[in-house]
Structures are given as structure tokens and as C-alpha cells.
């Protein structure tokens, strides 16, 4: 069972973990070997009895909130717009971007429309969905517009709305303090929107559930909907497996999935440039379809392509202090802060930001200077930071302009991560949620440390708020085990991992879907500690429950399936391992179509299984097709390409093309150091095949060099024990023996193998790797008897557990022969070869 492809994850293995809907992250995450976070732990599946239990936490919200001692109407009025929706005649008060070069004379109006025309905005456009977002809101319910940053999504659904429900009241809370009063007020409305405008801001505990939207919209005679629009980029963080920031938030995806979901694309179709030719009279939209090629209409009258611009060239045209505190402003973002930022945040993070930009080159502005530049508005739009009023932090609280963070999440790569101090920051402010979203990006990033703390932190704020068992609190306890077993804690993920699985089943049952992914977070832990067998028992139970559960190709089933086939490698069972492997492909391929990217993880993992029974050009094959499809996919650097690429290069060394391995081999290594710094687990992987390669190659001493810095950092970072602490000392063992080191050698064997027979048992793989590499260093010493020994148990075990065709059984054969010839025994040779 593998959870992710660093710490916690054999050598080059492969497997999502268990998912409710295609969520996560992925990292994927969580992530397969190099896979980005596909998915922390807990899945969440949407089931109508579970409903109950998230009520207890909506009734603590409203509990919460008049312990703070606020007043319900008064604390609503501050800080929401609640009016009848026929007049809101200004849709920048819900959220639309002013556009640019307002001019209150105008040009004269058109015909056509006049109504939706001022000064700050132009004449609406009506998009290709607006008939149906219209027929969508007259129905009630809960809609759901999804898109990027300037895409038109407020504006759609601020049109649509007015068409729709000119009469009902809408109810727009600015932050997510207010949000339970709001919920009181709009049940106490016959006729109500709620407004979510961004609604990531309004997500996780305290926000949102599935019982608050469906005791608004669940008929008995009045008419209410919930209309609220979310950014792309924090769409798929928490719904797409694949994407690296994602994090698992049950109850907020199933929340999010409840939703009747409309997309808005950023650039206009043919139809909706036919419509805007009709309001070009209005000279905003000409502008707008002049640059309708390269951007969107909403994306052209928010300026936001020279905002952008405005903010990168302040770095050399004397506003450097402000444009450090917007790159401060838009990786906190970036990170999973929604609410309001505020400023002393961003002061403190900004030096950092200079820094890296070269301050020591930089005329600074004042602080004072550059908050003034820093939030003017310009092009009679918006500002590059606005200030706003928060209830956590007053009148010091800003926005960013969402524009800027959609273009850094589009364009993200290992050299614009969000620095590891903004995440720390960022962690000291954040709530539950945000906790959670900053401990999925830490754990993307390799930074195992923050990412328990920042899981831990969840938990604790989830406990405290939610209660120790709530389904939430649960997932983000869950979460945390990924981190204990990444940082090498493995009987304390045991113990949670129990601890877990016990409650869930107590309060979800033996096969509610939570319930078997506890069950295999537990076969992991197993697993991890080399207990194969019952690691194998648990993973086959959670397997034929999900299967008669959710069905033999559901997603979780299949990955519970690619799960179980990489325990049997692990245990040496290749055969089985390779039917498991090949039967999880052809069906995802199947079920999500040749494309999808979870399909390449299938191809990683039947890849492992084909090298290790020895078939070296099946092999080959099919992690080459991973590797091109991740490169196609997420660019020549993403981590799950990388890693794709090390094990490319592994067996391309197996094939004897060196030359080209070690081309491939380096160029991982290059990207990893980079990427993650020298002692991250993935980046040591690279190192230690980068090792075998240069052994291979005839060159020991660099070989050795690169085993022993590997040796060192997992010893310190894992322990003695560890399988890979153990695989970078029989690595150095094999390079001293090769520079001529015979007793130091055949004493780090010993242990290895010692190491070995106890903790993964005296016939698997590994250990019967050491008998035959303990065999080879004794026989250069002339020590035959011991060495023919070793090589015996080598032979006859390998023959009975690989087969007689294995190439391990076969080196095996050479070297008892070898050591035969040695000693005269050519009769002996003879008959065993």
C-alpha cells in the first residue's frame, strides 16, 4: 500500500491512494512515487445518511458565534449586503471588477441595452450558459459558477439572478464570521439568494456544509437557492487528484459536489463575440474585441493583463518594497489563506521577497510609500492590493487582485514555489481549513515537518470546535498519519491508523467508505513496518468491501487493487503482482479513458512489476510511454515526471544502455536538487540510482561517494533499520567491493543481510540480494567455503521464489560456478551450470 512517492513509499513503486470522487491530492498528491500530493488521507464519499452527523457542527457554529458575544443583526449589517435583488443596481458592490477607462458621459447608449450599463461596468454581454444559469436559479437550489479569475463568473450570475429572481432577497456576507447569521436570516426568507462570491472564502468548518445548503434549499414551499462562484485553481484543490496543491477536505468537496457545477471559460466563443458586436457601441467592449484573440472580455475590462504588468515592473521602476508585498500578498494566497490578509503579515514576509529579487541592487521605497502605490487603483479598476475591512484584524486586513493569483497558480513551477517561511507565516494565522490547505502544499513541497504540524494544527482546531469524532476532525487526524509515516514515526501511524479505523467504524460502520480507507491507511502502516502478510489481509478485505460497496471499477476499488499488487511485489510475488498491475491498467484505462493522468500511475506500477520478474524491454516500454504522457501532461519538470524519469533511467541501466541512463539519470538529479534541496527522500532516490549507474559505469569512487552521502542523510532522517537505510548500505557495500575495500564490504553486508532475515523475512528479494552480494565481496577474499555458502542459499531460494529464467537466479548460477571454477571444481561447475 503506498500513500506517496517519498519517505513512505518503496523504491520506485507506485500507487494512488484511496479517493471519494477523484479528489486527491494529489498529489497528487497524495502523490504516487513523485506524484505531487494525489491525496491525503480520508475519503468522504456523499452518502444521505451521513447527513446527521455534520448537524451537531452547523448548531455549534451558531453557538460559537454568540459566545463571542456578537449580536446576530448587528454583525450581519456590518459586514453583508442584504437587500431585495432588484436593487442591487450596481454589481461591483457583489463583487464584479470595475472596468477600465470608466467614463460616467459615456458614449451614447445602444438600443439594445441600457439597463445594464454604467460607468463602472459595461453593457452585459450574456455568455452561452445564461439561459441555463437563468432556468437553474427560477428552480431553486444550489449553482455553482466555475472559472478563472476575470473570466465574467460574478457578472453571469449577477445578470442571471436579476433576470431570474428580481423580487427575492439576497444575502451577501463578505467573510466567513458572519456566514452562520446569514444562514439563520436567509431560512427565516421565503424568497432568498445567498450570495458566496469566491466561495473558497465561506469553505471548511464554520462554513458551508452539506445540511446548511440543503436545509436552504430543501423546498416546503419556499424558493431559495445558494449562488456562488469559485476560482478554477481553488476548485481543483480540492476535487482534481492530479492537481499538486490539492487537499482532502471531505465534507467541503462533497459540498462542492452538491452543487449543479457551471463552467465559464475566460475567452469568449463565437456566439458571445456575435452578442458583444452588439454592444460595441459602448467603447469598452470595442477595446475588449480588439484583444479578444489573446485575452477574455472580462479579463480585458479588468485590466488585468496590465495589472499584471503594472506589478512586475515595479520590481525595477522604483516601487520594489511594493511589489514585494504583493508577491507576499499572492503566495499567502497561493498558500490557502482566503480570509483577508493582514498587513503586518505581509510586512513581515516582504524582506524575504526583496531578497530574492536582489534588494542590495534596489532603490527602496518607504514602507509607507509603498502601501500608497501598492493599493491605488488604477486604470479606474481596481488596485493591485485593496484594503478592506476583516473582523479578525479591523481595518489593517487587504485583498489581493485574484488575477494576480491565478496567473502565479497557472504558471507555477519548482523555481515559483511558495517559499517554505511564507507557508510557516501563513500557518500562525490559519484557520482549520487553511491549516489543512497549507499542510497539503508543505507535503507537495517535501516539507514533512510543517505539513504535520500543519495537519496537527487542524486537528487540534477541528477537536476543539467540532468534536473529537466529527468526520472532519477524523480526516484531518487521518492526514496527519501521512506525515508521521513520511518522517519515519511508524508505530505511531500504526497506532493513529487504529485509533481511527476504530472510530469510524463505531460510528460509520464496518463498509462505509471512510471506514475501508482507514482500513488501508492501516495496510499501510503494515506494510511500511514489514508486516507483508497482514498488510496483504487488510488491503484484500478493504479491497472486496469497496468492491461490493461501490462496484469493481470504481475509482477507490481500482486503486485499492493497484495497492494490493504492489504488496505482493513487495513480498516478491511478481507474477501476481504483474496480473494485478496489468488488470488496475486496462480497466482505468476503461473506466477514465487512455488520457486521464491516473492511468500513467498504473503503467509506473506494471513497469516495477515487468523489471523486477526481469523483462527488462516490457518494461522499458511502458514506463517510457508514463514518462512522455507526465511530460505531456505537467511540463519536463513536474515532480511525477521526474520521478517517472528516474525510473526510466533505472531500467535503461538494467538494458545496459548507460549512456543514456546516466543522461537520464542526472537530469533528475539536476531538477530534484533544485527543486527540493539535497536530502529530500525523492532527491536521494535519484542520488542512489545515479550510484548504481556510475558503479556499473567502472567509476567506484564516485559511486561510492554518492552511496555514502545517501547513507548518511536516511540514516539520520529514517534510521538504521529503514529499507532504503539499508538499500544505500548494501549500495556502498557493492561500490567498496569494486574498489578493492573486501573486509569493509563484507562487513556491511553482514549487517545488511542481518538486517534483512529479520525484517522482511529470509526469502525475500532483498535478503536473498544480500546472501549473493555477501557471496561475491568473501569469494574475492578467497574465503570459499562461506562464500559458496551464501551463494547456495542465493541459488536454491531464488530458484524456488523467481524461477530458474529470473536474471537474479541466473547471476546467482554464475557466481556459484565462479566460485567453483576458483577452486578446481570444474566437474561441480560444470553440472550446475
Not at 35 to 46: D, I
Not at 499 to 509: C, K, Q
Not at 677 to 697: K, Q, Y
Amino acid at each position: 500500500m503506498i500513500w506517496s512517492g517519498r519517505t513512505w513509499t518503496p523504491p520506485r513503486m507506485v500507487a494512488a491512494a484511496i479517493t471519494a470522487a477523484l479528489a486527491v491530492a494529489v498529489p497528487a498528491v497524495l502523490a504516487a512515487a513523485g506524484v505531487r500530493l494525489w491525496w491525503l488521507l480520508g475519503t468522504g464519499v456523499a452518502v444521505a445518511a451521513v447527513g446527521g452527523v455534520f448537524a451537531p457542527g452547523l448548531a455549534d457554529s451558531y453557538r460559537r458565534a454568540r459566545e463571542r458575544g456578537e449580536d446576530s443583526g448587528l454583525a450581519l449589517a456590518k459586514d453583508s449586503l442584504l437587500r431585495r435583488v432588484r436593487d442591487v443596481t450596481d454589481p461591483v458592490h457583489l463583487g464584479v471588477h470595475p472596468a477600465r477607462h470608466a467614463n460616467p458621459q459615456g458614449t451614447a447608449a445602444g438600443p439594445a441595452d441600457t439597463a445594464g450599463s454604467n460607468h463602472r461596468v459595461p453593457p452585459y454581454v450574456p455568455r452561452d450558459i445564461h439561459e441555463r444559469l437563468v432556468e437553474l436559479l427560477a428552480g431553486g437550489g444550489f449553482v455553482l459558477l466555475i472559472g478563472e479569475s476575470t473570466a465574467g463568473k460574478s457578472r453571469a450570475a449577477y445578470e442571471a439572478m436579476r433576470a431570474a429572481l428580481p423580487d427575492h432577497t439576497v444575502i451577501a456576507p463578505r467573510s466567513k464570521s458572519v456566514l452562520p447569521d446569514a444562514i439563520e436570516r436567509a431560512a427565516m426568507l421565503p424568497r432568498c439568494v445567498l450570495w458566496l462570491d469566491n466561495a473558497e472564502r465561506f469553505l471548511g468548518p464554520d462554513g458551508l456544509t452539506r445540511t446548511s445548503a440543503a436545509r436552504l434549499t430543501g423546498g416546503g414551499g419556499h424558493h431559495r437557492v445558494v449562488l456562488a462562484t469559485i476560482r478554477s485553481a481553488e476548485m481543483a484543490r480540492y476535487t482534481d487528484i492530479a492537481h499538486p496543491d490539492a487537499a482532502d477536505e471531505a465534507e467541503t468537496r462533497q459540498v462542492l459536489e452538491q452543487a449543479t457545477q457551471l463552467r465559464l471559460r475566460r475567452q469568449l466563443t463565437a456566439a458571445e463575440r456575435e452578442r458583444a458586436l452588439t454592444r460595441s457601441w459602448d467603447q469598452r467592449i470595442a477595446d475588449a474585441l480588439d484583444h479578444a484573440d489573446e485575452y477574455g472580455l472580462a479579463e480585458y475590462l479588468a485590466a488585468g493583463p496590465e495589472l499584471l504588468n503594472d506589478w512586475e515592473n515595479a520590481w525595477e521602476a522604483g516601487h520594489p518594497r511594493a511589489a514585494a508585498l504583493i508577491a507576499a500578498a499572492v503566495d499567502v494566497r497561493r498558500a490557502g489563506l482566503t480570509r483577508p490578509l493582514p498587513r503586518s503579515l505581509l510586512e513581515s514576509l516582504h524582506d524575504d521577497y526583496l531578497a530574492r529579487h536582489g534588494s542590495h541592487r534596489l532603490g527602496l521605497e518607504s514602507l509607507e510609500e509603498a502601501w500608497v502605490w501598492a493599493i491605488l487603483p488604477r486604470r479606474a479598476t481596481t488596485a493591485l492590493i485593496r484594503p478592506c475591512a476583516d473582523p479578525n484584524n479591523g481595518p489593517t486586513a487587504v485583498e489581493v487582485f485574484d488575477y494576480l493569483v491565478d496567473v502565479a497558480q497557472r504558471d507555477t513551477t519548482p523555481d515559483n514555489r511558495v517559499p517554505e517561511q511564507t507557508l510557516v507565516s501563513a500557518l500562525a494565522v490559519g484557520d482549520a481549513t487553511e491549516a489543512s490547505q497549507i499542510g497539503a502544499i508543505a507535503y507537495a513541497y517535501g516539507h514533512y515537518e510543517l505539513a504535520a504540524r500543519a495537519f496537527e494544527n487542524a486537528h487540534t482546531m477541528n477537536g476543539a470546535s467540532l468534536g473529537p469524532e466529527h468526520p472532519e476532525t477524523l480526516t484531518s487526524r487521518s492526514n496527519r498519519i501521512v506525515m508521521l509515516g513520511e518522517l519515519g514515526r511508524i508505530e505511531e501511524a500504526e497506532a493513529e491508523a487504529r485509533a481511527v479505523l476504530e472510530v469510524r467504524t463505531r460510528i460509520l460502520g464496518p463498509e462505509h467508505p471512510d471506514t475501508l480507507a482507514s482500513r488501508s491507511i492501516l495496510a499501510s502502516a503494515l506494510q511500511h513496518r514489514g508486516d507483508y502478510a497482514q498488510a496483504e489481509a487488510e488491503g484484500r478485505a478493504a479491497l472486496e468491501a469497496f468492491t461490493r460497496v461501490l462496484g469493481p471499477d470504481h475509482v477507490n476499488t481500482l486503486t485499492t487493487r493497484s495497492n494490493l499488487a504492489t504488496v505482493l511485489h513487495l513480498q516478491g510475488r511478481y507474477e501476481e503482482a504483474k496480473t494485478e498491475g496489468r488488470a488496475t491498467l486496462e480497466a482505468r484505462i476503461r473506466v477514465l479513458g487512455a488520457d486521464q493522468t491516473g492511468i500513467l500511475i498504473s503503467r509506473r506500477n506494471l513497469g516495477s512489476a515487468l523489471e523486477a520478474m526481469g523483462r527488462y524491454e516490457e518494461a522499458e516500454a511502458e514506463l517510457r510511454v508514463a514518462l512522455e504522457g507526465y511530460a505531456r501532461a505537467w511540463g519536463p519538470e513536474h515532480p511525477s515526471t521526474n520521478a517517472a524519469r528516474s525510473q526510466h533511467a533505472d531500467v535503461l541501466v538494467s538494458l545496459g544502455r548507460l549512456e543514456e541512463a546516466e543522461t537520464q539519470a542526472r537530469a533528475a538529479l539536476d531538477i530534484q536538487t533544485r527543486a527540493l534541496g539535497l536530502d529530500d527522500a525523492d532527491n536521494l532516490e535519484s542520488r542512489s540510482d545515479l550510484g548504481i549507474l556510475l558503479r556499473r559505469l567502472g567509476r567506484y569512487e564516485e559511486a561510492e561517494a554518492e552511496h555514502a552521502a545517501v547513507l548518511e542523510f536516511r540514516s539520520r532522517l529514517l534510521g538504521p533499520d529503514h529499507t532504503l537505510t539499508l538499500s544505500s548500505r548494501n549500495n556502498r557495500a557493492v561500490a567498496l567491493s569494486g574498489m578493492g575495500r573486501f573486509e569493509e564490504a563484507v562487513a556491511e553486508h553482514r549487517h545488511v543481510l542481518e538486517a534483512r532475515s529479520r525484517l522482511q523475512g529470509p526469502d525475500h528479494p532483498e535478503t536473498l540480494r544480500s546472501h549473493a552480494n555477501l557471496a561475491v565481496s568473501l569469494g574475492e577474499m578467497d574465503l570459499f567455503e562461506e562464500a559458496e555458502t551464501q551463494a547456495r542459499i542465493a541459488l536454491e531460494s531464488r530458484t524456488r521464489v523467481l524461477g530458474t529464467a529470473h536474471p537474479d537466479t541466473a547471476a546467482s548460477r554464475d557466481t556459484l560456478t565462479g566460485l567453483l571454477r576458483d577452486q578446481g571444481r570444474h566437474q561441480e561447475a560444470d553440472r550446475v551450470d
